[in-house]
């Protein structure tokens, strides 16, 4: 499949890239984890935004331009290819959207997408609880009823963004008799409200990527549950595997991070470690490749279940891969502070977020070889 | 291998030192020097330097055994690029005037010795450094050049240079490292528990090192010699000490499984996680084995083996601290837990003396 075939993905492309060519900040921002690098990629996603291009396959009512998968695809490939700016709201705009869009109310979509879009909005995820990580239905934060509403307890952690976002999303539960995985309720929190508090936890690079939330009678009106209540877990896991969710992770960013690692050994001008150079950069294609079938067959009108965790572990295992290789061609050098060293500290990440690749590895014995628990 | 009953006796008063004074893996040059006195009070410091010099006249094995328990803990210590790389540099050359004014301070800890030597490229090649030497009119030498990765060298109080002669030997030379003409700037490293500095050159040298009556004519083979033993012996402790880290890592790690539920169980249960830790366990087994031998080796066989004891411990203590930040989930990335820590020492120790690729180039050499 090559997506320039169709001379709307090419034509798209090329705007992409000639306005990105001329946007993208050198030098690049900021830290996104810190205060300064946040507000300055707030800005970026509002100029994004005005040039249309912050959630391209997003209806043009919610800021977007209805661009298909193939054009979405194809926008991504450009944007890490220019080095451009993290997306900051990442949360908002891959996760909570997509549940929205699939779950919304029409009210709920005319309220929080265009704020989103813009970075106006800044949203975290809340999933994770101390004792609620890899077994998710765990949780034990509550949603107890209150006039017009919802009181929130309990505490979150490992919540990305949180340190400067604006609101969060997550599980709660709502009926204590009910069996695990009933009783959730999917809620939006403001992380401003009264008896939340934010706790920023340093990452090893340094700097608060993530955060605890300390939830103490906090007031969640009506209007921010999604879904029915009690059926947050089936709201979640249905939108867990979305085809614009972490599960879809975008190929332009590690064929980005190939073609760097190529440019790398190019210069370093020795023969030194080649195999593994190529053998990364044609991992990098065939996630590429891989997810173009993916893409090809949820426009034919599929759907994406457990093979989602087919690609987690493979994009993110590739991810450690790639920085692994530039590393050893650096060599000595990578003992010192460098560009390939914080991707490296980055993607360390990649393999325990959003499900361990130890939870994914399960998933896919048991519900795509059919082997028993 | 088993130890001796010195040598367990030595282990046990580093282990209990640190347990009473726990190292501060972020702690400034003042902290990590009061630690060294520590050390050095219980005889650390000039262990594997002979009596004469103030030293206790021990071996490698037992540099070892303080090196595995300081990378136990991540202890920043002068250690490595002190007390052995460059004493035992000092030592090589052969100088016993050099030696008898230089090393009593090194040995006790009084003073931190550093060695520049490699360029930018970290090849740590005996034939090589980043400094050059030039005869000054009238008698003396010039060096010239900058040294990477030069251990404690922003704060060294001696200075040890290896520098490239005009006949293409390599010369060590004593420089005052407070001089003007030479300039020290620490390197921002991955590993915060490790200083690396570069150490520019332009000034001359207080005097070459070498065998009485021949220091006028520095250079030649003697530089070369004194550098592949120093290495040798670095590349011994820098083995032990990945040993060290790793083992704790890897403990840090069972604790962690055994105490971590998930799905109403300690996750040390699932057989995805205990063959993990199992694979860890008998790498770490192998280092030490490899570590300890290499120790113990003939002078004709220490070249070798001390570095597969470097390229094969680095690798294993890369492995096993990957593996304790993928087990221990979120909070493993985090900066609150230290296995962060022991996967940086991993990664920036990977490359010190010399790049992996090179020492296994280097072995398959010898060997095949």
Same mark, same amino acid.
């Given at each position: 499949m090559d997506l320039d075939q169709d001379p709307a993905i090419a034509a798209f492309r090329a705007q992409a890239r000639a306005w990105l060519r001329e946007q993208v900040p050198d030098p690049p921002l900021p830290a996104v984890n810190t205060e300064e690098g946040f507000a300055a990629h707030r800005r970026w996603e509002r100029k994004l935004a005005q040039a249309g291009l #912050? $959630? $391209? /396959?997003?209806p043009e009512k919610y800021g977007g331009r209805d661009a298909t998968l193939g054009q979405w695809l194809a926008f991504e490939e450009e944007y890490y290819r220019s080095g451009g700016p993290v997306r900051v709201g990442q949360n908002g705009l891959f996760l909570l959207a997509s549940t929205l869009f699939s779950h919304g109310t029409p009210a709920q979509l005319d309220r929080i997408l265009p704020p989103m879009a813009t970075g106006d909005q800044v949203w975290a995820q809340a999933w994770s609880e101390p004792g609620a990580g890899s077994d998710l239905a765990a949780i034990t934060s509550t949603a107890r009823r209150a006039a017009g509403g919802w009181l929130l307890n309990g505490q979150k952690t490992w919540s990305s963004r949180a340190a400067f976002a604006d609101r969060a999303f997550g599980l709660f539960r709502s009926d204590s008799e009910a069996e695990r995985h009933e009783g959730l309720t999917y809620l939006m929190f403001d992380l401003r409200a009264p008896g939340v508090t934010v706790r920023p936890i340093r990452q090893l690079d340094g700097d608060p990527g993530f955060a605890e939330i300390f939830l103490d009678d906090v007031f969640v009106p009506d209007e921010d549950v999604i879904g029915m209540p009690g059926a947050g877990w089936r709201v979640a896991m249905s939108t867990a595997s979305h085809e614009r969710g972490l599960s879809l992770r975008s190929p332009g960013r590690f064929l980005a991070s190939a073609e760097r690692l190529v440019g790398l050994w190019q210069r370093q001008g /020795?023969? #030194? #470690?080649s195999e593994r150079v190529a053998d990364a950069w044609i991992a990098a294609r065939a996630y590429q490749l891989h997810t173009f079938g993916t893409v090809a067959a949820l426009e034919a009108g599929g759907t994406l279940g457990a093979e989602s965790s087919l690609g987690k572990v493979f994009w993110s295992d590739l991810d450690v891969r790639l920085c692994e290789t530039a590393l050893d061609l650096l060599g000595p050098q990578a003992e010192l502070d460098g560009q390939w060293t914080a991707s490296y500290l980055f993607a360390l990440a990649g393999p325990i977020y959003a499900g361990t690749n130890e939870i994914q590895r399960s998933v896919i014995a048991e519900r795509l070889l059919g082997m028993p628990r | 291998m088993e130890l001796t009953p010195e040598q367990q006796a030595l282990r046990d008063a580093v282990a209990d030192l640190v347990r009473r004074h726990p190292p501060d893996p972020e702690a400034g040059t003042a902290a990590g020097r009061e630690f060294w006195r520590l050390l050095a009070g219980i005889g650390a410091a000039g262990l594997a330097l002979p009596e004469r010099y103030g030293g206790a006249g021990a071996g490698p094995v037992e540099t070892a055994v303080v090196a595995e328990q300081l990378g136990r803990v991540l202890a920043p210590s002068p250690l490595l690029g002190s007390a052995v790389l460059t004493a035992q540099a000092i030592l090589a050359t052969g100088d016993t005037d050099a030696c008898q004014r230089l090393l009593p301070a090194i040995g006790s800890g009084a003073a931190v010795a550093a060695l520049a030597w490699? =360029?930018? +490229? *970290? *090849?740590? +090649?005996?034939?090589?450094? =980043?400094c050059h030497a030039a005869p000054r009119a009238g008698g003396g030498w010039t060096l010239t050049g900058t040294a990477h990765y030069v251990l404690d060298g922003d704060t060294a109080d001696i200075l040890i240079v290896a520098a490239q002669m005009p006949d293409g030997g390599i010369g060590l030379f004593e420089v005052a490292p407070d001089q003007p003409g030479v300039e020290r700037e620490a390197s921002p490293s991955v590993d915060q528990s490790r200083r690396l500095a570069v150490v520019r050159l332009a000034a001359a040298a207080r005097r070459p090192l070498g065998p009485a009556g021949a220091q006028a004519a520095a250079g030649g083979t003697s530089g070369r010699t004194a550098l592949a033993r120093a290495r040798d012996l670095a590349c011994l402790a820098l083995a032990a000490e990945q040993v060290g880290a790793a083992a704790r890592v890897l403990e840090l790690t069972v604790d962690y499984t055994k105490a971590r539920v998930q799905f109403g169980r300690p996750?040390?249960?699932?057989q995805a996680v205990q063959h993990r830790l199992a694979e860890s366990y008998a790498l770490v087994t192998s280092a030490r084995s490899l570590a300890y031998r290499a120790a113990t080796a003939s002078a004709e066989d220490m070249p070798l083996l001390s570095r597969a004891a470097k390229a094969h411990c680095g690798e294993v203590l890369a492995k096993v601290a990957a593996e304790a930040i993928q087990l221990h989930g979120a909070i493993g990335i985090t900066w609150e837990h230290a296995a962060h820590r022991y996967f940086k020492r991993a990664h920036g120790s990977g490359q010190l003396f010399g790049p992996p690729a090179r020492h296994l180039a280097e072995i398959a050499d010898l060997v095949i």
């Open positions: #912050a $959630v $391209v /396959s997003w /020795s023969n #030194a #470690a | 490699t =360029g930018k +490229d *970290g *090849g740590w +090649d005996p034939a090589a450094a =980043g996750i040390a249960s699932f």
